[in-house]
């Protein structure tokens, strides 16, 4: 009764913004996750911090579950309705509102993907660095406070995020953090806020740090004999002070999979997928760094490229991994 009454509170309210076809809600109650179908009583579609702050006030009101929804790409299941209620869809918040590219910061609504947001960035020599394989909306990436490949060198959305407005469960818009990079002020509300997965709030605006896109890149394969061998040489780069931007880790069996699936023909061992970024001499530099520590601990089978289609094609493959 108090999900119905919701539902038909935010009808009205809401010109109409909300949905309860079996189409949709059957849209809103699988992500690409191992977990069963869910689905909410019905599906409400936001256009405006206002909005969010109406539907989540007359949710709190009426004692209805609401979960947020991005992309549906998240793996754990967190933006499946599991109690029911409503799913607020956030996807149509999707301006990127404005670019400080002297600042190196920009303003943007949840639902900007992160590839849009690099796409058009790209003119402007800066890019958003957290990629986590998904094209996925950056209010849900900061609200599971997502990684990806190069967060050992740029972070993760922890890192990345300077500033949000936030709308709290009963309705009131909140801002934390600010675009100034130096702050002992109060509580770091933002941090509590990255990670969250919409228990404390909805994000309807961030401010983000974006990074001047490097001159030059290189990407690398690398096999080992084991594990150990894989391990002991990232611990070695990394102590060395190597300023590498992606490093990860595939396991043999791992190895078999990609083989069969994107077609490679790695040898069946434990491999390093690694990435340089910089000046073309320093990109040189850190790939025979890291080449030399490998060799130490008996790596074979490099591969090297600095064309952008078969890096592309290397972090494809990574990416596909699931």
Same mark, same amino acid.
């Given at each position: 009764?108090?999900?119905?009454? $919701?539902?038909?509170?935010?009808?009205?309210?809401?010109?109409?913004?909300?949905?309860?076809?079996?189409?949709?809600?059957?849209?809103?109650?699988?992500?690409?996750?191992?977990?069963?179908?869910?689905?909410?009583? $019905?599906?409400?579609?936001?256009?405006?911090?206002?909005?969010?702050?109406?539907?989540?006030?007359?949710?709190?009101?009426?004692?209805?579950?609401?979960?947020?929804?991005?992309?549906?790409?998240?793996?754990?299941?967190?933006?499946?309705?599991?109690?029911?209620?409503?799913?607020?869809?956030?996807?149509?918040?999707?301006?990127?509102?404005?670019?400080?590219?002297?600042?190196?910061?920009?303003?943007?609504?949840?639902?900007?993907?992160?590839?849009?947001?690099?796409?058009?960035?790209?003119?402007?020599?800066?890019?958003?660095?957290?990629?986590?394989? $998904?094209?996925?909306?950056?209010?849900?990436?900061?609200?599971?406070?997502?990684?990806?490949?190069?967060?050992?060198?740029?972070?993760?959305?922890?890192?990345?995020?300077?500033?949000?407005?936030?709308?709290?469960?009963?309705?009131?818009?909140?801002?934390?953090?600010?675009?100034?990079?130096?702050?002992?002020?109060?509580?770091?509300?933002?941090?509590?806020?990255?990670?969250?997965?919409?228990?404390?709030?909805?994000?309807?605006?961030?401010?983000?740090?974006?990074?001047?896109?490097?001159?030059?890149?290189?990407?690398?394969?690398?096999?080992?004999?084991?594990?150990?061998?894989?391990?002991?040489?990232?611990?070695?780069?990394?102590?060395?002070?190597?300023?590498? $931007?992606?490093?990860?880790?595939?396991?043999?069996?791992?190895?078999?999979?990609?083989?069969?699936?994107?077609?490679?023909?790695?040898?069946?061992?434990?491999?390093?997928?690694?990435?340089?970024?910089?000046?073309?001499?320093?990109?040189?530099?850190?790939?025979?760094?890291?080449?030399?520590?490998?060799?130490?601990?008996?790596?074979?089978?490099?591969?090297?490229?600095?064309?952008?289609?078969?890096?592309?094609?290397?972090?494809?493959?990574?990416?596909?991994?699931?």
């Amino acid at each position: 009764m108090a999900i119905d009454l $919701a539902i038909q509170r935010i009808h009205k309210e809401l010109n109409g913004k909300i949905k309860t076809s079996q189409g949709i809600r059957r849209e809103h109650g699988k992500a690409e996750t191992h977990f069963p179908e869910y689905l909410p009583d $019905a599906v409400a579609f936001a256009e405006s911090t206002e909005d969010v702050s109406k539907i989540l006030k007359i949710c709190n009101e009426e004692k209805c579950p609401i979960v947020p929804w991005g992309t549906g790409t998240g793996l754990e299941g967190h933006a499946l309705a599991v109690r029911g209620g409503i799913s607020l869809n956030m996807m149509s918040m999707n301006k990127i509102l404005k670019v400080n590219a002297e600042d190196m910061d920009v303003i943007v609504q949840p639902g900007v993907q992160r590839e849009q947001l690099n796409e058009y960035l790209r003119d402007s020599g800066l890019f958003f660095s957290v990629d986590p394989g $998904a094209n996925a909306s950056l209010g849900g990436m900061a609200a599971t406070r997502a990684s990806g490949t190069t967060s050992v060198r740029y972070g993760t959305m922890r890192e990345n995020v300077l500033a949000l407005e936030v709308v709290t469960a009963n309705g009131s818009i909140i801002r934390t953090g600010s675009r100034a990079r130096k702050s002992s002020a109060g509580y770091d509300l933002t941090k509590l806020i990255i990670g969250s997965e919409g228990t404390l709030g909805v994000i309807t605006e961030l401010t983000l740090r974006v990074h001047g896109r490097p001159e030059a890149m290189s990407a690398a394969l690398c096999s080992f004999k084991n594990i150990d061998c894989a391990v002991q040489t990232v611990i070695a780069t990394i102590q060395t002070g190597v300023p590498i $931007a992606r490093m990860e880790f595939i396991d043999a069996q791992t190895v078999e999979i990609l083989n069969s699936y994107s077609k490679s023909s790695m040898t069946s061992n434990p491999h390093l997928f690694l990435e340089f970024h910089g000046t073309h001499a320093s990109v040189k530099e850190q790939a025979e760094t890291v080449k030399e520590i490998a060799s130490e601990f008996q790596a074979s089978d490099f591969q090297w490229s600095h064309r952008e289609e078969e890096r592309n094609t290397i972090w494809k493959m990574r990416h596909n991994t699931f």
